[in-house]
C-alpha cells in the first residue's frame, strides 16, 4: 500500500482541521431549531476501512508447490531456493516471492534484503525463532513485507534482552521492518522482546487477522506512518504503549485505525496513542495502564479519596505521577469512535485528545483516575452508552454537545465540566497536571437528547460559558459542599429537558451556595419545564 494512494484524504483532513474550529452535526430529534443555542460539536473527518487495507493485506492464502521452503534446523538452516543465504544461524532473503518457513532457529535471525519493488510472503508454519543480540526477524529493504501465520499453529519469536548494531539502521524489536509490514493469518504468533519493543514497522504497519500474544518491554506495537488493524486477537503487556503510532516529520502521518478485533491491553504508558488521529470503528477493548485508577488517590484537605472509599466534601485534586503518560486510548489529532465494547482502568485519562473527540456510538465502561473523556477542543456524543463508575471527572473539553445515549457518571468533581468550569478544575490552583484551555470565553454545554445520571462531589453539570439544554431526562445530584448539581458562567435555557437536582439547582444554575458564591451571572432565556424560579 503506497502513502501517495491516501495522500488526498490525509490533505483532507488537515486542511478541514486547519480551516474550521466547529461544524454543525446532526441533531437529534428532541433539538428545537427556534431556541438560541450555542453551536459547538466536533469537526472530526473520517476515513474508510476500503481505504485502509489491500487486497494483498487480507489474503492469507499461498501456493505450497510454486513456494519456496526454508527449514530450520537449530544453529543452522536449509533452503530449496537461489534466493536464500545462510550463514550460519543467519538467514537472507534477497527476492520477492512465498516462503514457507518450518523448525526452530536458536540464536539466529531471518533477513529480508530484496529490491524496493519487490513484495515477499513469510508464510510461518510451526517456527520458533530466538536472537539473543537483535532482531528474529528483520525486513532492511523490500516494497512490502507480509508475515502469515499458518492455521492452527503456534509461532514464537523473542529476542533476549539487547540490540547490537548489525548495520546503520537502529534495530530495537523482535520484528523490525523499514518496509510497509503485514501481519495476518488464521495462526497464533507470540512475541517476547526482553528489550526494545514487540513488532515495528518504520512505514505503515497493518495487522488483518491473526492471533496474537505480545510481552514487550518498551511498546508492543509501533508503526511510524501508520498502524492500520482490520481484525484479529490481540493480548499485549507491555513497559511503554501497547499500540504506538507517531511520526515525528510528518503531523499527516502516525496515524492509528481499528476496524475490529479483540484486544486486552495492559501498558505502563498509553494503551493506544497516535501523533495524527485515531479511529476506532469497532472491536472489544480491555485497556488497563500502570496499576490502574485505584492507584491514584484524589484528597482534599480533611479525606483521601479512593475507589470504593469515602467520599470527599471539599474541593478535590488528583496526586498523580505526571513524568509518564498512562492513558487509554490517546491522540494528539482527533479521535473519532462509531462503535465498540470498551472497558477500561487507567491511571490516566481513558480518553485523551489534543484535538476534537466524536462518539458515535459504543459500549464504555470507564475508570479513570483523571478524566474518563478529555478532549483540548470539542467532545460531541451522539450516541452510546457510557458508564463512569470512578473518574476525577467525567467528561471535558472546550465544549460538550449531546445528541443522544444512556450514560452514568460517578465522578469526584465535576460530571461534564466545559473548560475547566468555575471550580478552578482546570486553570490555577487545581489538581496537578490539570487541563489548560486557550479561550474559556468559548467553552459550552449543549445537551440535546440524553438520559442522563450524575452523582458528584464537585458540580455536576459546570459550563465555565452557556449551558443550553434541549431536551432529555437528567438526574443529578451533588454531594459537595460549596458545589452545585447545575452551574454556569454563562446563558443557561431549558428548552425541554427533563431535569431533576437534589439542590434546586435547575432553576438558577450556580446560585444554590455553589462555587460562584452568589456572583455569577443570573441565567437568561429560560424556558421549558423548569423556567420559573
Not at 508454519?125 to 499453529?153: F, L, M, P, R
Not at 514487550?216 to 511510524?224: E, F, P, V, W, Y
Not at 443570573?522 to 423556567?531: E, I, K
Request: aromatic content about 4%; glycine content about 12%.
Amino acid at each position: 500500500m503506497k502513502k501517495r494512494a491516501i495522500l488526498p484524504l490525509f490533505l483532507t483532513v488537515l486542511f478541514s482541521l486547519c480551516a474550521c474550529n466547529s461544524t454543525e452535526v446532526p441533531k437529534s430529534e428532541s433539538t428545537s431549531s427556534e431556541t438560541n443555542q450555542a453551536e459547538s460539536s466536533a469537526s472530526v473527518s473520517t476515513v474508510s476501512s476500503s481505504d485502509m487495507f489491500t487486497d494483498r493485506d487480507m489474503e492469507v492464502g499461498y501456493d505450497e508447490e510454486t513456494s519456496a521452503h526454508i527449514t530450520l534446523s537449530g544453529d543452522s538452516a536449509s533452503s530449496d531456493s537461489d534466493a536464500v543465504q545462510i550463514s550460519g544461524s543467519t538467514i537472507t532473503i534477497s527476492d520477492e516471492g512465498t516462503y514457507i518457513i518450518t523448525g526452530t532457529l536458536s540464536n539466529g535471525m531471518i533477513i529480508i534484503a530484496a529490491e524496493d519493488t519487490d513484495k515477499v510472503q513469510l508464510v510461518l508454519n510451526g517456527v520458533q525463532i530466538t536472537n539473543s543480540t537483535s532482531a528474529a526477524i528483520y525486513v532492511s529493504e523490500a516494497d512490502k513485507v507480509v508475515i502469515t501465520t499458518v492455521s492452527s499453529t503456534e509461532n514464537t519469536l523473542a529476542n533476549g534482552g539487547e540490540y547490537v548494531a548489525i548495520d546503520e539502521n537502529n534495530i530495537d524489536a523482535v520484528i523490525f521492518s523499514k518496509s510497509d509490514l503485514t501481519l495476518n493469518g488464521e495462526g497464533a504468533l507470540t512475541v517476547t522482546a526482553a528489550a526494545g519493543h514487540g513488532i515495528v514497522s518504520k512505514d505503515d504497519l497493518v495487522f488483518a487477522s491473526g492471533t496474537y500474544d505480545i510481552t514487550a518491554a518498551s511498546h508492543g506495537i509501533s508503526g511510524k506512518d501508520s498502524v492500520r488493524i482490520s481484525s484479529g486477537s490481540y493480548k499485549i503487556i507491555s513497559g511503554k504503549d501497547g499500540i504506538h503510532a507517531e511520526n515525528t516529520d510528518d503531523t499527516s502521518l502516525g496515524f492509528l485505525y481499528v476496524a475490529g478485533g479483540t484486544f486486552e491491553i495492559a501498558a505502563e504508558g498509553d494503551g493506544m496513542s497516535a501523533s495524527a488521529y485515531l479511529q476506532i470503528d469497532g472491536g472489544e477493548f480491555t485497556i488497563t495502564t500502570g496499576e490502574g485508577s485505584s492507584s491514584v488517590t484524589m484528597t482534599t484537605s480533611t479525606t483521601d479519596f479512593k475507589q470504593g472509599g469515602n467520599v470527599p466534601t471539599e474541593s478535590t485534586t488528583a496526586q498523580e505521577d505526571d513524568s509518564v503518560s498512562q492513558k487509554g486510548i490517546k491522540a494528539d489529532g482527533t479521535i473519532s469512535i462509531a462503535d465498540g465494547n470498551f472497558v477500561t482502568d487507567t491511571v490516566d485519562d481513558s480518553i485523551h485528545s489534543g484535538s476534537d473527540i466524536l462518539i458515535s456510538g459504543g459500549t464504555f465502561e470507564l475508570r479513570s483516575g483523571d478524566d474518563a473523556v478529555h478532549s483540548d477542543a470539542a467532545v460531541t456524543v451522539q450516541n452510546g452508552t457510557m458508564t463512569i463508575a470512578y473518574c476525577y471527572e467525567g467528561i471535558e473539553g472546550l465544549t460538550i454537545t449531546i445528541d443522544g445515549g444512556t450514560f452514568d457518571i460517578d465522578s469526584v468533581d465535576d460530571g461534564l465540566n466545559a473548560a475547566g468550569g468555575t471550580d478552578s478544575s482546570g486553570f490555577g490552583g487545581g489538581r496537578p497536571g490539570q487541563d489548560q484551555f486557550s479561550n474559556s470565553s468559548d467553552s459550552s454545554i449543549t445537551i440535546n437528547g440524553w438520559e442522563l445520571v450524575i452523582v458528584s462531589t464537585g458540580d455536576c453539570i459546570d459550563s465555565n460559558g452557556a449551558l443550553t439544554i434541549n431536551g432529555g431526562t437528567i438526574d443529578l445530584t451533588c454531594n459537595g459542599n460549596g458545589n452545585t448539581a447545575l452551574d454556569c458562567d454563562g446563558t443557561y435555557a431549558n428548552n425541554g429537558g427533563d431535569i431533576t437536582t437534589n439542590d434546586g439547582s435547575e432553576n438558577n444554575p450556580g446560585q444554590m451556595g455553589g462555587n460562584m458564591g452568589g456572583q455569577g451571572k443570573m441565567p437568561s432565556d429560560r424556558g421549558g419545564r423548569n423556567s420559573a424560579i
